[in-house]
């Protein structure tokens, strides 16, 4: 009997850890709602007695992303190695995407916003602050992935300082078509790999297109002329968390753009077209109201969520190549 009753409280306090590990992970789950970059940026300012210069919206917002990612419920998960985090893979897949977003736009400001010209220097901070960004975000031994995250933003806060400092000068901030464009362009990449990845979900064929344009052109190694891809049933809510980790990003970034390059989206008359590609990836931020990630055919009696999400982002994508086109034109 002492047995039965000691079997039993084992079991249910087993029972209990589940339950409690599964509202830890749901709770852990919530997304970081979307912020005003043009009143964060100013608030900061007024609370450091700052002045909102030329690139301070965007590098406050590069900063305030990469916060999020830490300090959001449960903190940064895609390195723990403990439950419940450990078998999560939404939340880690979501963090990814908006990582990935962050470091190209930390690249295009250490190479390109806060350089004059090829061959000006690169800044300082950002020198210190982009390679640490772009830690292995699994790793969770010392450094860990935080460490280095964290090391990242202490750099941007002393570049965003720098930058409202006028007197100083040292650190600087292009806001030029050029620019613009050269990020706007990583961004396109990056949309059309989510994009494909996304609608891989139901399968498809395609015809290899890799060379095409080029009648001379050659590649490493030879690739079959057709070609079909289809994404495992495993990774379909990772694709799609991935991609509305990065919309969530983008979202922001594009937004603080809008901020900084007034002036050049203005003479383009383009401010217009940004605001069109910031309202489609709003769009892939909406409440998802099903327990799971379907994953229907095309045209099947179920629902298929990563062709959803793909519509918008090609969407957005569209309009960016647009954008970019028309920042290339006199």
């Not at 939404?90 to 295009?108: H, Q, T």
């Not at 990020?183 to 990845?197: A, D, I, T």
């Not at 957005?316 to 190549?321: E, T, V």
């Amino acid at each position: 009997m002492q047995r039965f009753f000691t079997a039993k409280w084992i079991t249910t306090a087993f029972v209990v850890i589940i339950f409690l590990f599964w509202l830890l992970s749901v709770y852990w789950s919530s997304e970081p709602d979307l912020f005003n970059v043009r009143l964060t940026a100013q608030q900061q300012a007024q609370q450091n007695g700052e002045q909102v210069v030329v690139g301070y919206t965007t590098t406050h917002t590069l900063i305030k992303v990469v916060e999020s990612l830490m300090d959001k419920p449960g903190g940064y998960l895609s390195n723990d190695v403990m439950p419940p985090s450990v078998f999560m893979d939404n939340m880690p897949r979501w963090e990814f995407g908006a990582l990935e977003m962050s470091r190209d736009l930390a690249l295009a400001m250490r190479k390109d916003f806060s350089r004059s010209q090829s061959q000006s220097r690169e800044n300082s901070q950002l020198i210190k602050a982009q390679p640490a960004l772009n830690m292995n975000h699994l790793n969770w031994m010392l450094p860990s992935a935080e460490s280095m995250y964290r090391d990242s933003l202490k750099e941007l806060y002393l570049y965003r300082a720098d930058l409202a400092d006028r007197s100083q000068g040292e650190a600087q901030f292009y806001a030029r078509a050029d620019n613009l464009r050269d990020w706007l362009k990583n961004v396109e990449k990056r949309l059309g790999n989510l994009s494909q990845k996304l609608s891989a979900s139901v399968g498809h064929s395609s015809v290899n297109i890799d060379l095409a344009g080029d009648a001379e052109a050659q590649q490493s190694t030879p690739t079959p002329s057709n070609l079909f891809e289809k994404t495992s049933w495993w990774k379909t809510d990772d694709n799609f968390y991935e991609a509305r980790g990065a919309s969530w990003a983008l979202i922001h970034y594009l937004k603080a753009i809008e901020v900084d390059f007034a002036d050049v989206l203005e003479k383009k008359n383009a401010t217009v077209s940004l605001r069109q590609i910031i309202r489609e990836l709003e769009s892939t931020q909406q409440t998802i109201w099903s327990p799971m990630i379907l994953n229907g055919s095309g045209l099947g009696m179920l629902a298929n969520h990563s062709l959803v999400m793909a519509n918008y982002i090609s969407r957005a994508n569209a309009a960016l190549i647009e954008l970019t086109e028309l920042l290339n034109q006199g």
